[in-house]
């Protein structure tokens, strides 16, 4: 039973900073991408970062040079460090990973955790 649990969501004011935590735990093979996307109120899961096996990052255009991912393989962790926090960055975040439960020839499948709720207050 693979499972994500986030973490370190909370209530920060604008210009502050929290880092997220996710870790993947279960019967996992290997993990290829992980990542994190947000939800506010009303509107639709959207990506936020992004990271690839390989190293690669991928981010929302309006969290470039705020928000930095990063992830540790041998623990089956990703992070998100976000400064310079802005009202708008309130929302639930998910953490995200795409997996093989049973090697590299079976299909990856994708993963979510329950999400942890950031808000920013002005």
């Known amino acids: 039973q693979v499972q994500l649990v986030e973490s370190g969501g909370g209530l920060v004011q604008a210009g502050g900073s929290l880092r997220l935590s996710c870790a993947a735990s279960?019967?996992?093979?290997?993990?290829?991408?992980m990542g994190w996307y947000r939800q506010a109120p009303g509107k639709q899961r959207e990506l936020v970062a992004t990271?690839?096996?390989?190293?690669?990052?991928n981010y929302k255009d309006s969290v470039k040079g705020r928000f930095t991912i990063s992830r540790d393989n041998a623990k089956k962790m990703v992070y998100l460090q976000m400064n310079s926090l802005k009202p708008e960055d309130t929302a639930v975040y998910y953490c995200?990973?795409?997996?093989?439960?049973?090697?590299?020839?079976?299909?990856?499948?994708?993963?979510w955790g329950q999400g942890t709720q950031v808000t920013v207050s002005s």
């Open positions: 995200y990973a795409r997996l093989t439960t049973g090697g590299w020839s079976t299909p990856l499948d994708d993963y």
């Open positions: 990271s690839a096996s390989g190293g690669s990052t």
């Open positions: 279960g019967r996992i093979f290997g993990i290829s991408d």
